[in-house]
């Protein structure tokens, strides 16, 4: 079965960092894109970053809201992504879900999705 | 960046139901306009893509129909499991996707 399980959430204080990982069962994670979405407390869903297959040369893309801050990255020999963010900002709190864009839906529509990890800024 | 917003924002239904949520497009987006479902505490789930093309494993009661700027949910017969809160997702921007704001379905 295919899953896909975010971890490393935590309170950090504003300013601080922390690396958010995604881990892949049941399928191989280089061979899907892979997009990072964030929900805000009582809020709606929004785009983080998105990092291609590494057969497709791994382009990356992030939200304004992140570039510069976050960074997206692969192993393939993990099956993970993972997502650095740096410079934190209590804007950035939310439960961070990670999720799987399969070839065959087109760009950006994804079909399974993690349980979210939860990010609180605060000091 | 493209906008997209959802009405309306919630609505108060009864099992059986026919319920229809629209999405509007701040530019014409052709039929790059998909559907999730997500219930609280859980993830979203991809109901619709493609503007009408169901996900497999998704009830046939849910469809989507538009193009262009604006597209509608439909969900023909309302059953339990369907109270959710329902987001529409334009994934025709390179820069990235856009979601709705959503729509809450409640009893």
């Known amino acids: 079965e295919v899953h896909l399980v975010e971890s490393g959430g935590a309170l950090v204080q504003p300013g601080g960092s922390l690396r958010l990982s995604c881990e892949a069962s049941g399928f191989t994670v280089s061979t899907f894109n892979i997009n990072w979405v964030r929900q805000a407390p009582g809020k709606g869903l929004e785009w983080v970053s998105y990092?291609?297959?590494?057969?497709?040369?791994?382009?990356?893309y992030y939200a304004d809201s992140v570039k510069g801050r976050f960074t997206i990255s692969g192993d393939s020999a993990k099956n993970s992504v993972y997502l650095q963010m740096n410079s934190l900002r209590a804007e950035d709190t939310a439960v961070y879900f990670c999720?799987?864009?399969?070839?065959?839906?087109?760009?950006?529509?994804?079909?399974?999705w993690g349980k979210g990890t939860t990010v609180t800024v605060s000091s | 960046d493209i906008q997209m917003t959802q009405s309306p924002s919630s609505l108060s239904a009864s099992v059986g139901d026919r319920v229809t949520i629209a999405c509007r497009a701040s530019?014409?987006?052709?039929?790059?306009l998909n559907w999730y479902q997500q219930k609280p505490g859980k993830a979203p789930k991809l109901l619709i893509y493609?503007?009408?093309s169901l996900q497999s494993g998704v009830p046939s009661g849910f469809s989507g129909s538009g193009s262009g700027t604006d597209f509608t949910l439909t969900i023909d017969s309302l059953q339990p499991d369907d109270f959710a809160t329902y987001f529409c997702?334009?994934?025709?921007?390179?820069?990235?996707?856009?979601f709705g704001g959503g729509t809450k379905v409640e009893i």
């Open positions: 530019e014409s987006i052709g039929t790059y």
């Open positions: 997702q334009q994934s025709y921007s390179i820069g990235g996707p856009t």
């Open positions: 990092i291609s297959s590494s057969s497709s040369g791994s382009t990356i």
């Open positions: 999720a799987r864009e399969p070839p065959w839906l087109g760009e950006f529509i994804m079909d399974v």
């Open positions: 493609a503007a009408s």
